[in-house]
Nanobody
Framework: VQLVESGGGLVQAGESLRLSCAASGIMYRINTMGWYRQAPGKQRELVARITNIGSTNYADSVKGRFTISRDNAKNAVYLQMNSLKVEDTGVYYC?????????WGQGTQVTVSS
């Protein structure tokens, strides 16, 4: 199983980024796909997740700014991040929950400067 993330980078506050995560080699039904982040010195936290029928939920801190979506045909999940803030800085991880196991991506760094 491989989860390949892309789209991180260094941006200024107020700008946008789009993260992508493509899963391959998964043999079981994919249920929820999500994005988590971990800031330096802090625990990993949920950013957003989406079920296989499109239901979503977001951390309060990103509501109205971030949008999660998925392409079931490609086993991919995306995170559109607008109006980025300095406090959004961290390593963003993709997570895929299947009917049998859960998988994590390697993480992609997002840095927002003021």
């Amino acid at each position: 199983v491989q989860l390949v993330e892309s789209g991180g980078g260094l941006v200024q506050a107020g700008e946008s980024l789009r993260l992508s995560c493509a899963a391959s080699g998964i043999m079981y039904r994919i249920n929820t796909m999500g994005w988590y982040r971990q800031a330096p010195g802090k625990q990993r936290e949920l950013v957003a997740r989406i079920t296989n029928i499109g239901s979503t939920n977001y951390a309060d801190s990103v509501k109205g700014r971030f949008t999660i979506s998925r392409d079931n045909a490609k086993n991919a999940v995306y995170l559109q991040m607008n109006s980025l803030k300095v406090e959004d800085t961290g390593v963003y991880y993709c997570k895929v929950d299947t009917s049998r196991d859960n998988y994590w991506g390697q993480g992609t760094q997002v840095t927002v400067s003021s």
